[in-house]
C-alpha cells in the first residue's frame, strides 16, 4: 500500500477531515442557532483558514496525481526516475505549504460584524482586491483545465496501446511468451483500474466543488455593492445556488471513500479488516 498514488489519497483524506472538523460541527449548530455568530472571532478566522488551506490542497494534490499518472503512462521511461516514494512525499508536503500560504491572506479577511445588532461571520476587511476571483483561477479554472488536457492525452495514448495490442494479437505467438503476456495484461488491467478510480475522484470533485465557485463568484458580481435594488430573479437564483453549494461543499468530503470501495478491491479488503 506504500505508493504514491495512496499517499496521495492519504493527503485527500487528510483534506476532507479537516474540512468537516472544522466546517460541519458550526454549520449543525447553526441551523438552531445562526445568528449572533457564538464561536468568537478567533474561530471565525480560523474556520475560514482551514477551509480554505483544505480546497487548495485538495486540487493540488488532485493536479499532482494526475501528472503522476499521465508521466506514468505516456513517459514511462521517465516515470522510472521520478516516480520515487520519497519524492511523492516531498511534494505532498509542498503542497500544503502553498495551499496554507495561499489560504492565510483569504482567511485575514474574515472576522465579526455587527449588522441591525446581529453579530456575524463575514468578510470584514478586503486584503487583496479580487483575492477570491484569484482564488478560483488559480484553485479550480487552471486545475482542471490542466486536469482535462492531461486525462485527454492518456486517453488518447491508452486507445493507441489498445489498438497496438490488438494488431500484435493477430500474429502467430510462441508458446513461451505466454506467461509474459499474462503478466503484462495483469499489470495493464490494475493500471486502469486505477486510472479509472482517479478520473471518478477528478469528476466527484468538479461535480462537488464547481457550484461552490460558482455561488462566490455571483456573490461578488451578481450581488450589489452600493445596495442598488437587486432584482427578486437574482436573490433566488442565489439562494438556489447556496443551499446546492453548501450541500456539496460537505458531500465533497465524503463520497471519496465510497468511490474507493465500488472501484478498489484493494480498499475493500482493507476495509474489511479494519472492522
Same mark, same amino acid.
Given at each position: 500500500m506504500h505508493t504514491a498514488t495512496n499517499y496521495?489519497?492519504?493527503?485527500?483524506?487528510?483534506? /476532507?477531515?479537516l474540512l468537516l472538523i472544522t466546517g460541519l460541527p458550526q454549520e449543525?449548530?447553526?441551523?438552531?442557532?445562526?445568528?449572533?455568530y457564538v464561536f468568537g472571532e478567533v474561530f471565525c478566522v480560523l474556520r475560514g483558514l482551514a477551509a480554505e488551506t483544505?480546497?487548495?490542497?485538495?486540487?493540488?494534490?488532485?493536479?499532482?496525481?494526475?501528472?503522476?499518472?499521465?508521466?506514468?503512462?505516456?513517459?514511462? #521511461?521517465?516515470?522510472h526516475t521520478m516516480s520515487?516514494?520519497?519524492r511523492a512525499i516531498k511534494l505532498i508536503l509542498g503542497i500544503w505549504i502553498v495551499a496554507l500560504a495561499f489560504a492565510i491572506p483569504q482567511a485575514l479577511q474574515f472576522g465579526l460584524m455587527t449588522h441591525n445588532d446581529i453579530v456575524m461571520c463575514t468578510q470584514k476587511r478586503v486584503l487583496l482586491e479580487h483575492s477570491f476571483e484569484i482564488s478560483t #483561477?488559480?484553485?479550480?479554472?487552471?486545475?482542471?483545465?490542466?486536469?482535462?488536457v492531461l486525462y485527454a492525452l492518456i486517453g488518447l495514448r491508452l486507445?493507441?496501446? /489498445?489498438?497496438?495490442?490488438?494488431?500484435?494479437?493477430?500474429?502467430p505467438l510462441r508458446t513461451?511468451?505466454?506467461?509474459?503476456?499474462?503478466?503484462?495484461?495483469?499489470?495493464?488491467?490494475s493500471s486502469r483500474r486505477v486510472l479509472k478510480m482517479l478520473v471518478a475522484v477528478v469528476v466527484a470533485f468538479f461535480i462537488c466543488w464547481a457550484p461552490f465557485h460558482a455561488q462566490r463568484l455571483v456573490a461578488i458580481y451578481g450581488t450589489s455593492s452600493n445596495h442598488q435594488a437587486i432584482s427578486p430573479t437574482m436573490l433566488t437564483i442565489y439562494a438556489i445556488m447556496t443551499y446546492v453549494s453548501g450541500v456539496l461543499y460537505y458531500l465533497s468530503t465524503t463520497v471519496n471513500p465510497v468511490l474507493y470501495h465500488i472501484m478498489s478491491n484493494k480498499f475493500r479488503e482493507a476495509f474489511k479488516v479494519c472492522i
Open positions: 496521495y489519497l492519504f493527503s485527500l483524506a487528510i483534506s /476532507d477531515l449543525i449548530y447553526s441551523i438552531w442557532s445562526k445568528y449572533p483544505s480546497a487548495n490542497a485538495t486540487v493540488l494534490t488532485i493536479t499532482a496525481f494526475t501528472v503522476e499518472r499521465y508521466v506514468a503512462i505516456c513517459h514511462p #521511461f521517465l516515470s520515487k516514494l520519497s #483561477f488559480l484553485f479550480f479554472f487552471m486545475p482542471m483545465t490542466l486536469i482535462t486507445r493507441s496501446s /489498445d489498438m497496438m495490442k490488438r494488431e500484435r494479437s493477430t500474429r513461451t511468451t505466454g506467461k509474459a503476456n499474462g503478466t503484462r495484461r495483469s499489470t495493464s488491467q
